[in-house]
């Protein structure tokens, strides 16, 4: 796959578990996968998405980044698939925009915090990704969502499987 894929959360969520299992079923699947952890502002999604943050942003040492780095590339099982490029904020990314974005929260307030982050794409002008959201959705939220660009929206307990076979039949043509 030659698809980058941002994975974000939003609000201040702390709850990143199933993230985490998105992240690795994406990555197995052969994405470009940056995921730099809970409590990113809008501003930091917007630079992962429009491929922007290469700037040294954290007080990690470079070595400590390098082992992370390592340790999440050289998986037995993984050879010849895209690598998780971001965990640890700072750690630098693909310069190219992304080919998707994908906000999740389970606590409230999401609604905000997506517009916020579409607002700091648009500012910066760069291609808007296709959008998907995993979490909690309450039912009065799921028009809004799609108003905003939302393409699929995955709950609690989807399969991975599900995920990437939707980003998979999203993909452009090459």
């Known amino acids: ?40 502002t809008p501003r930091d999604i917007a630079n992962d998405v429009c491929g922007t943050s290469n700037e040294f942003e954290g007080a990690v040492q470079e070595d400590v980044l390098q082992v992370a780095y390592q340790a999440l590339t050289t998986r037995p099982g993984v050879k010849g698939k895209q690598p998780v490029v971001a965990v640890f904020k700072g750690q630098n990314v693909s310069e190219s925009p992304a080919t998707f974005l994908a906000l999740s929260s389970l606590i409230g307030a999401r609604l905000e915090f997506c517009r916020e982050v579409l607002d700091e794409i648009r500012k910066r002008g760069c291609p808007e990704p296709t959008l998907f959201f995993g979490g909690i959705v309450e039912r009065d939220e799921v028009a809004e969502l799609e108003r905003l660009g939302f393409r699929a929206l995955f709950g609690p307990y989807t399969r991975m499987q599900e995920v990437v076979d939707w980003v998979t039949n999203q993909m452009p043509p090459p």
């Open 1 to 40: 796959m030659s698809a980058k894929v941002v994975i974000a959360k939003v609000a201040p969520d702390g709850h990143d578990r199933g993230t985490k299992v998105m992240v690795r079923a994406l990555e197995d699947a052969g994405f470009e996968v940056v995921y730099r952890g809970i409590r990113q």
